[in-house]
T-cell receptor
Framework: DVKVTQSSRYLVKRTGEKVFLECVQD?????MFWYRQDPGLGLRLIYF???????EKGDIPEGYSVSREKKERFSLILESASTNQTSMYLC??????????????FGAGSRLTVL | GDSVTQMEGPVTLSEEAFLTINCTYT??????LFWYVQYPGEGLQLLLK?????DKGSNKGFEATYRKETTSFHLEKGSVQVSDSAVYFC????????????FGQGTILTVHP
């Protein structure tokens, strides 16, 4: 019954490494999102995508990029990881329009530690 | 910009106690409002929602009423269970930006037997 799958639950990387976080959804959702979750700050939107090969910046895009080559897959890329990117990363998806667009289905999260 | 503010946590209650978690939002337009819940080790899932003023969302014994006059959407449950222990997030929709939700900081709820 898994609907949004994040490839890695836990990652440990070194400063300066390139990091890929992968997300796949099997619900044929048009919209996909990447959030980061930090204690006391809640969830903050990094990037989102409404369609294949389309992306838009969220509230905190600095230091990140994304790729959406297929409808079901949305990747988050840290070009050069830094310690302040240590966080829980959550992928989510939703339908394109209307009330269903705001009903997000989340993955279980990827906890990244940058040393 | 859009923002959501939740009451400070964590909240610790005994089983069968009454729960209130406060949430207020910025009054930009008339956004849909949501409560999401995150159980340990899992992603967030929708708990309930309300799309217009005076609407009451409800699910699993939880309720929240959309109060336009106080820009609030407080979460309540009459009798909590140990299984309700989780992190609760209030969120508002972003106007015409479909699916672009703004979340509060989250409230950790722990319920003891």
């Amino acid at each position: 019954d898994v609907k949004v799958t994040q490839s890695s639950r836990y990652l440990v990387k070194r400063t300066g490494e390139k990091v890929f976080l992968e997300c796949v959804q099997d619900m044929d959702h048009e919209n996909m999102f990447w959030y980061r979750q930090d204690p006391g700050l809640g969830l903050r939107l990094i990037y989102f995508s409404y369609d294949v090969k389309m992306k838009e910046k969220g509230d905190i895009p600095e230091g990140y990029s994304v790729s959406r080559e297929k409808k079901e897959r949305f990747s988050l890329i840290l070009e050069s990881a830094s310690t302040n990117q240590t966080s829980m990363y959550l992928c989510a998806s939703s339908f394109a329009r209307g009330d269903g667009a705001n009903v997000l289905t989340f993955g279980a999260g990827s906890r990244l530690t940058v040393l | 910009g859009d923002s959501v503010t939740q009451m400070e946590g964590p909240v610790t209650l005994s089983e069968e106690a009454f729960l209130t978690i406060n949430c207020t939002y910025t009054a930009t337009g008339y956004p849909s409002l949501f409560w999401y819940v995150q159980y340990p080790g899992e992603g967030l899932q929708l708990l309930l929602k309300a799309t217009k003023a005076d609407d009451k969302g409800s699910n699993k014994g939880f309720e929240a009423t959309y109060r336009k006059e106080t820009t609030s959407f407080h979460l309540e449950k009459g009798s909590v269970q140990v299984s309700d222990s989780a992190v609760y997030f209030c969120a508002r929709a972003g106007g015409t930006s479909y699916g672009k939700l703004t979340f509060g900081q989250g409230t950790i709820l722990t319920v003891h037997p």
